[in-house]
């Protein structure tokens, strides 16, 4: 089983010792005591408290400037405090490899039986390559170590396959961590691999390393502890995706459903990379937001004819039979189902025939994958289809692709062949952060009956908020969000979606 282990990193001992009750009350197995974090520390007054009286495990850790830590002083102090944390009762502590035979060579013969010495190396440019990584922890192991602790930097989130093959691969329990955004997996997947503990912080602002999550994520979002070696793993790669509250309403939807799989955010920079690097089975399927919709198409096997017309996927499967590649695109029946059904809500009707978008002037602002997705459907349901984007010769293509008009985004401002046209926002404008702004001028929103956002962070964006007050119908992105990511769901599992759960999440989270 990986522990959880929370680091502490406040500057008092007071702080630390709340910290500590606070992480046993979040659910942590044992608390990182980085006492070189402390700003006026005393060894023989703070450590009998802060391990004598300490209500969890613990890994005391003195970290040297020279090895990314804020100790400045000699290692001879340093080395005194954490045998003083030993003979105290201290379950873990840790020492740079550099010093690790001074350090080994000092408790020789002192060891208490239930105390273990985690020998690490910490590499913040990069990660290096397999045989290197083997390599470090034969020397970890060879210094002595009970447990091996390395933590490397990702360039790319490709450097953590090598990690995961090292530890899958290591005699002796092992800590391997890629840090930074693009290692998070490194961090979320531990239990899958057999990595002997993984860090939660107690909150954003309280991490001991860069792109620690926090012990509630993971402990409730990412569902840690029903994670182990078969749990299938799906994600959604994108470039961002920290914003995406897709990892929150899968996890949820896999539990409810009592499937042993996990969902988690992989920024990705190469598409094509990427899936090479991850193409175990146990990579089971993939959701694709910005920028890799369009990429997605030639990077899959086979790819479904409503995807293919549109030209974007972003929902992969791996074929459990063959392993092979998948599109699918849900972006496409989320959106204009959505927009219908907001249109029929309005008008007070039911579900009938004639979709009320047929022979209807629909614009679609952008041209990217979610453009396109809206451009093939509302065309599909008989609107008349006109594209504005940004890049000109992007919104031509699109509108010769399917039959429509194009229009630049200053033509935009001013077009206006008729009353109540539809309008649908599909590029990220006013998402957050940015979240003043607007991609058309209310001014020009006067003739549009019904407004639709693709944007979903914020729920209400400046768009919607415009619309409304301009007397329009508006649709938000949270409802085509919910309606593709319950697509996805029943490609990844072939199971129907809780849809209630998914919105009770759904609303709960953003
Ligand atoms: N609600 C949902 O379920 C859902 C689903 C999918 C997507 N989305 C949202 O839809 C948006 C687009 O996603 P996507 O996957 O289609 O991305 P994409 O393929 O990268 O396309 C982005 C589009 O936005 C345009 N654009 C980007 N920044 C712009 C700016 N500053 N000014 C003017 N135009 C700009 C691009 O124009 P150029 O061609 O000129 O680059 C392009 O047309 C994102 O905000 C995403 O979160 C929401």
């Known amino acids: 089983m990986t522990l959880l282990c929370v680091p502490l990193v406040a500057k008092t001992v007071e702080q630390m010792m709340a910290d500590m009750a606070a992480a046993k009350a979040r659910g942590a197995d044992l608390v990182e005591i980085r006492l070189d974090h402390l700003s006026d520390f005393e060894p023989r007054r703070d450590l009998p408290l802060l391990v004598g009286d300490r209500p969890l495990p613990v890994l005391v850790t003195y970290r040297p400037k020279w090895e990314g830590g804020e100790y400045e002083g000699d290692d001879k102090q340093r080395f005194e405090a954490l045998c003083l944390a030993m003979e105290l009762g201290a379950e873990y502590v840790d020492v740079e490899l550099k010093v690790a035979d001074d350090f080994v060579r000092l408790i020789s013969g002192k060891k208490p039986d239930n105390f273990k010495l985690i020998v690490s190396s910490h590499n913040y440019q990069s990660t290096p390559s397999s045989e290197e990584l083997s390599s470090l922890v034969a020397r970890i192991q060879a210094a002595g170590a009970d447990i091996v602790k390395i933590a490397t930097t990702a ?82 790669v ?36 990427f899936l090479n690097a991850y193409s175990s089975t146990d990579f089971a399927g993939f959701s694709c937001t910005i920028p890799h919709k369009e ?8 790819v479904d004819p409503i995807a293919k017309s549109i030209g974007a996927v972003n929902t992969i499967i791996r074929r459990p039979s063959d392993g092979k590649l998948i599109g699918y695109n849900t972006d496409y029946v989320g959106a204009i189902s959505a927009i219908e059904d907001g249109i029929r809500g309005s008008q007070g009707v039911g579900k009938e025939t004639v979709s009320p978008l047929a022979g209807k002037v629909f614009v679609i602002i952008g041209a990217g994958g979610a453009g396109k997705a809206l451009a093939y459907g509302a065309k599909e349901k008989g609107a008349k289809v006109v594209i504005a984007n940004r890049t000109y010769e ?26 109540g046209m539809i309008l649908a926002n599909t590029t990220s404008i006013g998402m957050q952060p940015n979240v003043n702004g607007t991609p058309i001028r209310k001014q020009a929103l006067g003739s549009y009956s019904v407004v639709f956002d693709a944007v979903y962070t914020p729920r209400a964006t400046r768009l919607l908020r415009e619309a409304e007050e301009s007397g ?20 990844f599992t072939n199971l129907t979606a809780p849809e209630n759960l998914m919105r009770d999440t759904v609303m709960r989270y953003t």
């Open 394 to 419: 992007r919104a031509r293509e699109l509108a010769n692709l399917i039959g429509g008009h194009a229009l630049t985004l200053a033509e935009l401002e001013t077009f206006h062949p008729e009353d």
């Open 295 to 302: 990429a997605a198409v030639g990077c899959c096997d086979k």
């Open 155 to 236: 360039v790319d989130i490709v450097d953590v396959t090598r990690m995961f093959q090292v530890i899958v691969h290591c005699q002796v329990p092992m800590i391997g961590l890629v840090m930074g955004e693009r290692g998070l997996i490194s961090r979320l997947l531990c239990p899958k691999f057999g990595g002997y503990l993984t860090f939660g912080t107690l909150g954003v602002g309280k991490e001991s390393a860069p792109g620690q999550p926090t012990i509630s994520d993971l402990l409730n979002v990412y569902n840690i502890r029903q994670i182990g070696a078969d749990t299938k793993i799906f994600g959604i």
């Open 238 to 273: 994108g470039k961002p995706v920290g914003h995406s509250k897709s990892p929150v309403l899968l996890n949820a939807a896999f539990k409810s459903v009592g499937l042993d799989a996990v969902y988690v955010p992989l920024l990705v920079d190469d598409l094509v990379n």
């Open 472 to 491: 329009a119908t508006v649709v938000s992105g949270l409802e085509m969000f919910i309606r593709q990511a319950m697509g996805q769901f029943e490609l």
